[in-house]
């Protein structure tokens, strides 16, 4: 054995633990807790600091003062829980989070839990928010412990033996320990249930409870669940908020705080909200939002510089069992061991009036150019603090044939529009057909079914096509034989005239799904393939549908190929990957618009009832389109969305329409477009789609007249 004391002489006996270092940890935790408030400590000399690009310096509470009431209930002992829920930029996690861990390491330690909706989330609220406010407050920075295990990324120690945990919603953050204060940052943005356990508001509490009136939970977030009421729904009580689920719905079960600033003028007190917000029009969205005001309920004109003075003397007011209004102190305010706020856009300190309208009015536009909800909702959740109203959820319900039917516009099939820019075809696998529905797109991608028909025969190239008897050998079989899938090549060659008769255009792309019965995917590759050395791949494109409400409306993506257990590498196909719940969403709103216009999809007259039935064959829930009924064809829905994905893989919705791409051009220069040697006069109503009723309506030609010349006029103006 090595005599490690002949080499290194004799070794020390290992360091004792003294007591006097063992008092000094101990003795922050010995002194009855500072009787002072978050919002107290955190602007008193030696709280808060804070070192911020534009600031730095002490916390003031006067930068956001609808805050420090909130802020306050931290420390209560009449209320185990306090909820918040506001717009971003109101200063609501620093005030009731980074304030609230500040205070308890100074004034009150004791082990805490900061929960965030995931753990990427966790890790960058310990990272950028979390590790500065330690940084920049010597109260709190002195009190961090030293030492191996003190200062990680999730677990922090300070003096007085507190220790603070930085997780996120499993259950395993939320359970079996108790804890003193539990707080939730973002609420809206955790799930509903924690791994079937139930809600993170009931199991965080859960672990204050141990610590009876001391145990305080506190959640803040702003609204992220979709107002589920109906559109007549009215508040049974004068703060009462819609039904949506997420923290709104708690905030119902609590006091309901409301914040009320006092007019200026006429004195009168109202509540800040984004509808006392007006404007005048302007020519463009930020010219407009300069022009913002608000109104008070007795008419007063209240300019953006009043804000700050409004804030600082705002009141929040809280329902009393009655319905009526007191302040928290009062004692005839809802009984409930829950104090609840929610403020509104206009109060936030750091987000002024004109850009809350600025953005607004952009995502507004937008929702009416595409129909993509997405960014609507973003500024209504985010920047007002409002929960959403899905604007398709009620069309979704209300989508009957009889609606279209009475919508339908009395325009020829099988020719284009005047004003076409471009056409598309979309197609769908059935194990005996193909179905195909071809769209002629106008400005501002105003959209016109203009044929929609079966191809039930193989072309005459296929194994076993032809006919004996003038009967065909067999029906189309895509899913059995590649060569089927050629006779698509002549759908993408087929020109429709334009109204007019100079000019006759070829679909600019074809779409078509790659999934269906067994077999249809492989040979829906071969064809993508065969059309890519034929010079198509522009031209052609394969799509798959994913579901959910939040899925992206559509991406090109090249897919992966998996070999063995382990190894993927990248596969030579690109496919069109729809969000098919969003897209259906916007297909819906489309079908419903009443008046020509950007992003409006008009349907003949002359449709057949299966393809309006088609049409309206699911139903819109709060999870997303589900069938009305099992088995029920839905093909003129599908086929809508397809071409609706690939109009935004071609990058049709960011189109300078004064300065097209040629492919989108007027019909005189487009790319796609043909002359016709003779012009050709508007053909009958006669043709019509399968499951129509042949035959020309005596009136058919000056009611397509009729309404084209409407249409030109509207697009005069």
């Given at each position: 054995m090595?005599?490690i004391?002949?080499?290194?002489?004799p070794?020390?006996?290992?360091?004792?633990?003294?007591?006097?270092?063992?008092l000094a940890?101990?003795?922050?935790s010995?002194?009855?807790?500072?009787?002072?408030?978050?919002?107290d400590?955190?602007?008193?000399?030696?709280?808060?600091?804070?070192s911020?690009?534009?600031?730095?310096g002490?916390?003031r509470?006067?930068?956001?003062?609808?805050?420090?009431?909130?802020?306050r209930?931290?420390?209560?002992?009449?209320?185990?829980a306090?909820?918040?829920?506001?717009?971003?930029r109101?200063?609501?996690t620093?005030?009731?989070?980074?304030?609230?861990?500040?205070?308890?390491v100074?004034?009150?330690?004791?082990?805490?839990?900061?929960?965030?909706?995931?753990?990427?989330?966790a890790?960058?609220?310990?990272?950028?928010?979390?590790?500065?406010?330690?940084?920049?407050?010597p109260?709190?920075?002195?009190?961090?412990?030293?030492?191996?295990?003190?200062d990680?990324?999730?677990?922090?120690?300070f003096?007085?033996?507190?220790?603070?945990?930085?997780?996120?919603?499993?259950?395993?953050?939320?359970?079996?320990?108790?804890?003193?204060?539990?707080?939730?940052?973002?609420?809206d943005?955790?799930?509903?249930?924690?791994?079937?356990?139930g809600?993170?508001?009931d199991?965080?509490?859960?672990?204050?409870?141990s610590?009876?009136?001391l145990?305080?939970?506190?959640?803040e977030?702003?609204?992220?669940?979709?107002?589920?009421?109906?559109?007549?729904?009215?508040?049974?009580?004068p703060?009462?908020?819609?039904?949506?689920?997420g923290?709104l719905?708690?905030?119902?079960?609590?006091?309901?705080?409301q914040i009320?600033?006092?007019?200026?003028?006429?004195?009168t007190?109202f509540r800040?909200r984004?509808?006392?917000l007006?404007?005048?029009?302007?020519?463009?969205?930020?010219?407009?939002?300069?022009?913002?005001?608000?109104?008070?309920?007795s008419?007063?004109?209240i300019?953006?510089?009043?804000?700050?003075?409004?804030?600082?003397?705002?009141?929040?007011?809280?329902?009393?069992?009655?319905?009526?209004l007191?302040?928290?102190?009062?004692?005839k305010?809802?009984d409930?061991?829950?104090?609840s706020?929610?403020?509104?856009?206009?109060?936030?300190?750091?987000?002024?009036w004109?850009?809350l309208?600025?953005?607004?009015?952009?995502?507004?536009?937008?929702f009416?150019?595409?129909?993509?909800?997405?960014r609507?909702?973003?500024?209504?959740?985010?920047?007002?603090?409002?929960?959403y109203r899905?604007?398709?959820?009620?069309?979704?319900?209300?989508?009957s044939?009889?609606?279209?039917k009475?919508?339908?516009?009395?325009?020829?099939?099988?020719?284009?529009?005047?004003?076409?820019?471009?056409?598309?075809?979309?197609v769908?696998?059935?194990?005996n057909?193909?179905?195909?529905?071809v769209?002629?797109?106008?400005?501002?991608?105003?959209?016109?079914?203009?044929d929609?028909?079966d191809i039930?025969?193989?072309?005459?190239?296929?194994?076993?096509?032809?006919?004996?008897?003038?009967?065909?050998?067999?029906?189309?079989d895509?899913?059995?034989?590649?060569?089927?899938?050629?006779v698509?090549f002549?759908?993408?060659?087929r020109?429709?005239?334009?109204?007019?008769?100079?000019?006759e255009?070829?679909?600019?792309?074809?779409?078509v799904?790659?999934?269906?019965?067994?077999?249809?995917?492989?040979?829906?590759?071969?064809?993508?393939?065969k059309?890519?050395k034929k010079?198509?791949?522009k031209r052609?494109f394969?799509?798959?549908?994913?579901?959910?409400?939040?899925?992206?409306?559509?991406?090109?993506?090249?897919l992966?190929?998996?070999?063995?257990?382990?190894r993927?590498?990248?596969?030579?196909i690109?496919?069109?990957?729809?969000?098919?719940?969003?897209?259906?969403?916007?297909?819906?709103?489309?079908?419903t618009?009443?008046d020509?216009?950007?992003?409006?999809?008009?349907?003949?007259?002359?449709?057949?009832?299966t393809v309006?039935?088609?049409?309206?064959?699911?139903?819109?829930?709060?999870?997303?389109?589900?069938?009305?009924?099992?088995?029920?064809?839905?093909?003129?829905?599908?086929?809508?969305?397809?071409?609706k994905?690939?109009?935004?893989?071609?990058?049709a919705e960011?189109i300078?329409?004064?300065?097209?791409?040629?492919?989108?051009?007027?019909?005189?220069?487009?790319?796609n477009?043909?002359?016709?040697?003779?012009?050709?006069?508007?053909?009958t109503?006669?043709?019509?789609a399968?499951?129509?009723?042949a035959?020309?309506?005596?009136?058919?030609?000056?009611?397509?007249?009729?309404?084209?010349?409407?249409?030109?006029?509207?697009?005069k103006?």
């Open positions: 090595l005599d004391e002949r080499f290194l002489g070794l020390p006996n290992p360091a004792f633990a003294r007591f006097e270092d063992i940890e101990a003795l922050p010995l002194p009855a807790p500072r009787r002072i408030s978050v919002p400590w955190a602007a008193a000399p030696g709280g808060r600091e804070l911020l690009p534009t600031y730095s002490p916390w509470n006067e930068d956001a003062p609808y805050m420090v009431e909130p802020a209930m931290g420390t209560s002992r009449r209320y185990s306090v909820v918040f829920v506001g717009p971003a109101t200063i609501k620093d005030a009731l989070v980074l304030n609230t861990f500040g205070h308890r100074c004034c009150m330690p004791r082990n805490m839990l900061i929960v965030c909706p995931t753990k990427d989330m890790r960058e609220f310990s990272i950028t928010k979390l590790d500065p406010m330690i940084r920049a407050t109260a709190v920075r002195s009190r961090q412990a030293r030492g191996r295990g003190a990680n990324l999730h677990d922090k120690k003096a007085g033996n507190m220790r603070l945990r930085i997780g996120w919603p499993v259950i395993g953050q939320v359970s079996m320990v108790d804890i003193p204060d539990v707080v939730v940052t973002d609420y943005r955790c799930p509903d249930d924690i791994d079937g356990e809600s993170l508001f199991l965080a509490r859960k672990r204050t409870q610590f009876g009136s145990g305080i939970m506190i959640a977030s702003s609204p992220g669940r979709v107002v589920e009421a109906d559109d007549d729904w009215q508040p049974s009580s703060h009462e908020a819609p039904p949506c689920g923290l719905s708690i905030y119902n079960t609590g006091t309901r705080g009320y600033w006092t007019c200026p003028h006429c004195k007190l800040p984004f509808d006392t007006k404007w005048d029009k302007k020519a463009s969205n930020g010219e407009t939002a300069k022009t913002v005001y608000m109104l008070c309920p008419g007063c004109v300019g953006p510089d009043r804000k700050r003075a409004l804030n600082a003397g705002g009141i929040w007011l809280h329902e009393t069992a009655d319905g009526g007191v302040e928290i102190d009062d004692s305010v809802r409930t061991d829950t104090v706020y929610w403020g509104e856009g206009p109060i936030a300190a750091l987000q002024p004109d850009q309208v600025q953005r607004f009015l952009d995502a507004t536009d937008e009416r150019r595409t129909g993509d909800e997405v609507l909702k973003s500024t209504i959740t985010l920047d007002q603090g409002r929960p899905a604007k398709v959820r009620t069309v979704g319900e209300g989508l044939p009889e609606v279209l009475a919508l339908a516009k009395p325009y020829p099939m099988r020719v284009c529009p005047a004003d076409t820019r471009f056409t598309t075809i979309a769908d696998v059935q194990p057909r193909f179905v195909v529905q769209d002629a797109w106008c400005r501002d991608l105003e959209r016109f079914l203009i929609r028909y039930a025969l193989p072309p005459p190239s296929a194994p076993g096509a032809g006919e004996i008897d003038g009967q065909p050998l067999r029906a189309i895509p899913p059995r034989y590649a060569e089927d899938w050629d698509l002549d759908a993408l060659n020109r429709y005239p334009v109204e007019g008769g100079a000019f255009m070829q679909p600019a792309a074809l779409i799904d790659s999934h269906g019965a067994e077999g249809t995917t492989g040979n829906a590759y071969a064809f993508w393939r059309a890519r010079g198509l791949a052609v394969l799509q798959r549908g994913r579901g959910g409400v939040e899925r992206e409306r559509a991406t090109y993506k090249q992966e190929r998996v070999e063995g257990k382990k993927a590498r990248r596969s030579d690109f496919v069109i990957e729809s969000g098919t719940d969003p897209l259906k969403d916007e297909v819906a709103l489309a079908l618009r009443r020509p216009g950007p992003g409006a999809y008009h349907l003949p007259d002359t449709l057949g009832d309006f039935a088609e049409f309206c064959a699911e139903a819109r829930t709060p999870t997303g389109w589900v069938e009305k009924r099992a088995g029920a064809r839905n093909e003129a829905l599908d086929l809508a969305v397809y071409g994905a690939l109009a935004i893989v071609l990058k960011k300078d329409w004064d300065r097209p791409p040629a492919w989108a051009a007027e019909a005189s220069v487009n790319a477009a043909f002359a016709i040697a003779e012009a050709r006069p508007l053909p109503r006669r043709e019509t399968p499951g129509g009723e035959g020309e309506a005596p009136d058919g030609g000056a009611r397509n007249q009729k309404w084209l010349g409407e249409r030109k006029g509207w697009l103006r």
